[in-house]
């Protein structure tokens, strides 16, 4: 019927309502909450009972290893679609996070987590109540462990900044500091952290930034690894592009005319990738200075929408993007063309990563609905969705590490999920 909805629980009609009523809060935001919790619920139960189908119709490892051993797939295929098989099978398991200060273990909800190169650490960041943030780093190392514990150190001397953007720094040695964006009320700040402040060995004394300074809204970071441009990070701002030398000090701004979203420094070449609000994409090399009159804009792809992550791939032929609309794009960056669109993919306004592992062949992201999705790069197939252990909100949106290292060089293959105040691992069985 027409302004009704149909209750099968009840098994009666009910009026819909524009908002809210406190005679009858049915609204249709509340039907659509309730049957996405249903919908949770109902995965949440058939991943217990390992009501799984394989990710590909007849395809399992005895069939794979028959196929390997008679020729018919090359050793790369060969491992690409047993680490599929594999991301089908994994089981969640809640991590138990250990704290010298016992009093905050386990109290904040975690905001952001990111891997550093080796996976050994993951920095936290995590809301406080009272406002801000409070930053951290995990230790990885106890996921080899049948216990399932990390150690958590945390640095209470910063806890008042919201932080938009966090990036891991190679100064003085690999991932040896963090970038920190910043949107303190207005100015923001943008700051770079010793990873050292976040360890057992340095307990106390209150260390002060090795760079730190005040800017306009920051939205992106990225640290560049070309040694071209040696000791230089970049800021994505309102409008513009700030790219500083945190050893000399010498900053180059580029202009935009949107605001810039996500950034990654190629490795080979001092270039850097900008996704704009605007769903442009752009690239900039460094090494040129900003003149006016001059175009300093290389290559340039476009989106329909807000660019809220870009990756680059390790060939650094090709580039993959998401956007607010939920489309997650391959563009082969010598003919700027798109070559694969990656669909099912969940998003309307917020800023999420994507992360890419090319080594098992697997693109992971996380949708504003909160489930986890992992795709195939090879040829975009949709493996996996992992619904949240937690109801669906926006204050709930998952943040995801996926490595084959989970540890270090011996660590675990998996995904680590922080969800709320809690930290899982889903392992290869």
Not at 53 to 68: E, F, I, M
Not at 257 to 265: G, I, M, P, T, Y
Not at 326 to 336: F, H, M, N, S, Y
């Amino acid at each position: 019927l027409p302004g009704f909805y149909y209750d099968a629980e009840k098994n009666r009609y009910f009026r819909l309502l524009p908002g809210h009523n406190n005679y009858n809060p049915l609204t249709k935001d509340s039907i659509q909450h309730k049957a996405m919790e249903c919908k949770r619920l109902r995965l949440l139960e058939e991943e217990e009972k390992q009501m799984k189908k394989t990710t590909r119709a007849g395809l399992n490892s005895s069939v794979l290893l028959q196929k390997r051993q008679l020729g018919l797939l090359s050793s790369t295929s060969y491992c690409r679609l047993v680490h599929e098989l594999k991301v089908n099978c994994m089981q969640r398991r809640k991590i138990e996070i250990h704290s010298p200060d016992s009093s905050v273990a386990g109290t904040n909800n975690f905001k952001i987590i990111v891997a550093d190169v080796a996976c050994e650490r993951i920095f936290t960041v995590n809301d406080v109540e009272h406002g801000g943030c409070k930053y951290g780093i995990i230790n990885l190392s106890g996921l080899g462990k049948e216990s399932l514990t990390v150690e958590m150190y945390d640095n209470l001397y910063f806890t008042n900044r919201k932080v938009n953007s966090v990036c891991w720094a190679s100064l003085t040695h690999p991932d040896s500091h963090l970038c920190l964006m910043g949107i303190a009320e207005t100015p923001g700040c943008a700051s770079l952290l010793p990873a050292s402040l976040f360890s057992s060995t340095n307990p106390g004394d209150r260390p002060g930034m090795l760079c730190s300074f005040k800017i306009s809204t920051a939205w992106s970071c990225a640290w560049c690894l070309n040694p071209q441009a040696d000791n230089c990070f970049s800021t994505g701002l309102t409008r513009r592009v700030l790219v500083t030398n945190v050893v000399t000090g010498h900053r180059q701004t580029f202009g935009t005319n949107s605001d810039v979203l996500a950034q990654q420094f190629a490795t080979q070449t001092p270039v850097l990738y900008n996704g704009c609000r605007s769903g442009e994409i752009f690239s900039i090399d460094v090494r040129q200075r900003n003149r006016k009159g001059q175009s300093w804009k290389a290559i340039r792809l476009f989106h329909g929408s807000a660019v809220t992550s870009v990756h680059l791939m390790e060939s650094e032929h090709y580039l993959m993007a998401a956007d607010m609309a939920g489309k997650i794009k391959l563009w082969d960056l010598r003919t700027t063309k798109c070559v694969k669109q990656y669909k099912g993919h969940h998003n309307e306004y917020a800023i999420l990563p994507l992360h890419v592992n090319e080594e098992e062949g697997l693109l992971t992201a996380v949708g504003q609905d909160c489930y986890t999705r992992i795709w195939s790069l090879q040829d975009a197939h949709l493996l996996r969705t992992i619904p949240s252990p937690h109801p669906a909100s926006k204050d709930a949106i998952p943040s995801v590490v996926f490595s084959s290292r989970l540890g270090g060089s011996r660590g675990v293959p998996g995904l680590l999920m922080a969800v709320k105040q809690d930290l899982y691992h889903f392992s290869y069985i």
